[in-house]
């Protein structure tokens, strides 16, 4: 298994409270992700990084910022969450190898609801 | 618009049978394709990825064959095994340079005893 820990793995919590999701790694890998996966849509990118300090915006980052501030440390935070962030959150590391992209691994999930 | 489809939500097979899960994609940049195998409260495994120079790269049980021509790859499970029973996602990008995976909606597949 790749070493990624995603913290917290279940979270419930109210609509306007501030909300910060936690991803570890121990692979020293260069690029981390969030994606979020809801029924009927497969999975989303939120953000992205390709190293400390350089983050990218993905496909459904309204809402949702990041930071990485260390190699294996990525978070993402909901400034004041609404009902339809309700989903499962997931990390994901890669690297690449010369020029080549190599695949994704992914953390095992954090299920926040908002009430 | 939906760069990688994948037209089937479930599919059900016998054991020991072949399964043949499909995606679609339309952009034409995309040169790196994988699949991606998860199980109910678990972050998704890769399984297999094939570049746009091959045309099939196999794996124990899993070979992936890419089309493109056709824009289309498919995953074939043979033997299929209960353990199989997933759901997979096809996901694609360009081999080079800092573009993120773009994820099919997944097809659910079911290995019936």
């Known amino acids: 298994d790749a070493g990624i820990t995603q913290s917290p793995r279940h979270k419930v919590t109210e609509t306007g409270t501030p909300v910060t999701l936690r991803c570890h790694q121990t692979e020293n890998h260069r690029y981390m992700y969030w994606y979020r996966q809801d029924p009927g849509h497969g999975l989303r990118l939120i953000h992205y990084?390709?190293?400390?300090?350089?983050?990218d915006k993905g496909e459904v980052s309204d809402g949702y910022s990041v930071s990485r501030s260390k190699t294996e440390d990525f978070l993402l935070t909901l400034e004041s969450a609404t009902s339809s962030q309700t989903s499962v959150y997931f990390c994901?590391?890669?690297?690449?190898?010369?020029?080549?992209?190599?695949?994704?691994?992914f953390g095992d999930g954090t299920r926040l609801s908002i009430l | 618009d939906q760069q990688v489809k994948q037209n089937s939500p479930s599919l059900s097979v016998q054991e020991g049978r072949i399964s043949i899960l499909n995606c679609d994609y339309t952009n034409s940049m995309f040169d790196y394709f994988l699949w991606y195998k998860k199980y109910p409260a678990e972050g998704p495994t890769f399984l297999i990825s094939?570049?746009?120079?091959?045309d099939k790269n196999e794996d124990g049980r899993f070979t992936v064959f890419l089309n493109k021509s056709a824009k289309h790859l498919s995953l074939h499970i043979v033997p299929s095994q209960p353990g199989d029973s997933a759901v997979y996602f096809c996901?694609?990008?360009?081999?080079?340079?800092?573009?993120?995976?773009?994820f099919g909606k997944g097809t659910r597949l079911s290995v019936i005893a």
């Open positions: 990084s390709y190293g400390v300090k350089d983050t």
């Open positions: 996901a694609a990008s360009r081999l080079s340079g800092n573009t993120p995976l773009v």
């Open positions: 994901a590391i890669s690297e690449a190898k010369g020029t080549s992209n190599q695949p994704q691994h």
């Open positions: 094939i570049s746009s120079i091959k």
